[in-house]
């Protein structure tokens, strides 16, 4: 829970939904540098609450656990009023 509680990771988190995606268009959904998301996607795999693979120079990441989703759209629902069939 706390490494998904950062308000950038949870942000990340919702981007990737249940899709991959690259990590350059996960730095334009957010709206920070690549460095900084680097930074927040290393700890995001380490905890394994993502994987990711290699594709030429390009690196993809999804979400592991779909439960993971879920949890955050319960989050969402309890604490911000919304309902989402998507994180």
């Known amino acids: 829970m706390k490494a998904i509680a950062h308000p950038l ?15 350059q268009d996960i730095v334009d ?12 996607l290393a700890i995001l795999r380490d ?3 993502v994987n990711w693979r ?3 120079n390009r690196v993809f990441y999804k979400v592991a656990d779909g439960r993971t989703l ?9 604490f911000c009023g919304e309902e ?4």
């Open 9 to 23: 990771r949870l942000k990340i988190l919702c981007v990737l939904g249940e899709q991959e995606v690259n990590v």
């Open 84 to 87: 989402s069939d998507r994180a």
């Open 29 to 40: 959904a957010v709206g920070t540098s690549q460095s900084n998301i680097s930074q927040h």
């Open 54 to 56: 290699k594709d030429g």
């Open 70 to 78: 879920t949890l955050i759209g319960m989050m969402r629902e309890v």
């Open 47 to 49: 905890k394994e609450i």
